[in-house]
């Protein structure tokens, strides 16, 4: 018994010496870094069997079984242990590890941001590349947009300007009051009253300062031009007689040569009857049918037409005229084989050129074959 007791105390001491080697070792860990090493580890306890143990007749063991001593550390084992332990102590090894952790964190947190950045600037770059180039496009395109429009718009403007012009031409100046003269104091077969004509020798005078206050303009139609012109030379041969009438014959003025008087204020020049027709009509238009326009205020001369003369009749009445006047036996003397006709056409030959075509174009007796004779010319006043 007093064996067992022994053993049981040398037993209980061995477990406590690998308890207290255990929390050392522990311990150690905690403070330190270390090295693992393998330690010895003390071998357990042998159990004597029952049957070893011998006991007396009380019951109790005469003496304690021997008890094996735990084995010792090396001294390598402990210069081992010792030169891995960091010195560094756990309490500044926590944060130093933390703030090495966080550093790298950051820096990598820098670099997506960073990357990210570059990627976002790109991006920003790319959209305001396809945005200006999209504003240019839609500059141009209104831009364009905008010329046509101010190209139609001048375009129309200048239509209007040129409506309006037009307009204006016609109310500040017209041959309506000549038309109005002419109507009244004209017959239909171009006898003249100049009695009438002289009692509205102030409306004549109207109309002449009308004349003289318009002078040809560029934008004008040739026709135009030419209803002006043999308005003028009509309205002041009237106003010649008129001025001077009662009389028997134009030729009574001037010593017989009314037509070179320059007394004729139009289109900033000073001009005679001659220089109308012989100056401006005949070479500016080239039309022999003026001379059936042009009225000289004798019986023989072409007969006064009773209207003005305007820019949209003056075509058709040419026409007209030039007919009546060639086939009118008071004026002209027509057959196969003979052609008496007016001085006018021996005059100005030269306007008709082939005078047997000329005729011939409006009389179908006329032909090559046919001799042309010119008869005396009556100048008592066409009244």
């Known amino acids: 018994m007093k064996n ?44 004597a069997p029952a049957e070893s143990v011998a006991t007396d007749e009380k019951g109790i063991a005469d003496e304690a079984p021997s008890v094996p001593a735990a084995p010792a550390r090396t001294a390598e084992s402990i210069k081992n242990t010792e030169t891995k332990v960091d010195p560094t102590p756990a309490e500044e090894r926590k944060p130093k590890k933390v703030k090495e952790v966080l550093a790298k964190t950051k820096d990598d947190i820098d670099a997506k941001i960073a990357a990210e950045k570059e990627k976002l600037a790109a991006e920003v770059a790319k959209i305001e590349a396809e945005q200006k180039k999209k504003a240019e496009e839609k500059a141009a395109e209104l831009k364009e947009e905008a010329t046509e429009k101010v190209e139609t718009a001048k375009t129309n403007i200048k239509e209007k300007i040129g409506k309006v012009k037009e307009i204006t031409d016609n109310v500040s100046f017209s041959h309506q009051v000549f ?67 009662p009389l028997k014959s134009i030729k009574d003025l001037e010593g017989g040569k009314p037509w070179d008087k320059s007394f004729i204020n139009l289109n900033g020049q000073t001009l005679s009857l001659n220089n109308i027709e012989n100056d401006i009509i005949r070479p500016t238009f080239k039309d022999a049918r003026i001379h059936f326009a042009v009225n000289c205020a004798a019986k023989s001369c072409p007969p006064l037409m009773d209207k003005a003369w305007t820019e949209d009749n003056i075509q058709r009445e040419l026409e007209k005229r030039t007919n009546a006047f060639i086939n009118n036996s008071s004026y002209n003397t027509i057959s196969a084989e003979t052609a008496k006709v007016s001085k006018i056409f021996d005059w100005y030959a030269v306007d008709f050129g082939n005078l047997n075509n000329y005729l011939a174009k409006y009389n179908k007796s006329v032909s090559s074959a046919t001799k042309v004779s010119y008869m005396d010319y009556d100048w008592g006043l066409n009244e």
Do not use: M
Request: contains cysteine; hydrophobic residues 35%; charged residues 20%.
């Open 179 to 245: 038309d109005d003269l002419l109507g009244k104091h004209v017959s239909s077969a171009g006898k003249v009253n100049y009695s009438g004509f002289k009692q509205d020798q102030g409306k004549l005078q109207e109309y002449l300062n009308q004349l003289e206050g318009q002078a040809i303009e560029s934008s004008w139609s040739e026709d135009k031009k030419l209803a002006y012109w043999i308005n003028a030379y009509n309205a002041y041969t009237i106003d010649l007689i008129v001025k001077n009438y």
């Open 4 to 47: 067992l007791l022994v053993f049981l105390f040398f037993g209980i001491l061995t477990s406590l010496g690998c308890q207290s080697e255990s929390k050392r070792t522990a311990s150690a860990d905690k403070s330190t870094v270390v090295t693992s090493v393998p330690v010895s580890t003390p071998a357990p306890v042998a159990t």
